[in-house]
């Protein structure tokens, strides 16, 4: 079992610390001790939490699509050239660049502020862990 520290759920969650422990008080959490006397969450009841709490706009494109990685959010920054484009994306908490044609961006109109969606679609996803094991 993963045991998370209140501080490190709080940026999981994308909340403070206070929230956290104000959710611990009220039931939405179920918190213990560590062998130091810290609080430390159970990383399942937090996954599902997490989970739970999750909320992105509505795709806009209204698009059927095989893709499950759907990432609505602002255009942040374009930098364009003659022939390739790099455009970044903010999604809620998350940073996505995506690599692509000067034409494809002005044919999508995509400049800071537009809203897209970056779509990811891959065999190859790497899962890495913190140093040292499998959790805190």
Avoid: H, Y
Wanted: some cysteine; hydrophobic content about 40%; glycine content about 10%.
């Amino acid at each position: 079992m993963t045991l998370i520290r209140v501080s490190e759920a709080a940026r999981f969650l994308g909340v403070s610390d206070d929230t956290v422990r104000r959710w611990l008080d009220n039931g939405t959490l179920k918190g213990e001790k560590d062998e130091r006397g810290k609080i430390v969450i159970d990383g399942i009841q937090l996954a599902a939490l997490a989970k739970s709490q999750a909320s992105l706009p509505d795709d806009p494109t209204g698009v059927g699509s095989s893709a499950r990685n759907r990432f609505v959010g602002l255009v942040t920054n374009v930098i364009m050239d003659k022939v390739m484009a790099q455009v970044e994306l903010q999604c809620g908490p998350f940073r996505v660049v995506s690599l692509m044609s000067s034409e494809a961006v002005r044919d999508l109109k995509l400049e800071p502020g537009s809203v897209a969606t970056a779509v990811v679609k891959s065999t190859n996803v790497i899962i890495e862990v913190p140093s040292g094991g499998s959790g805190s």
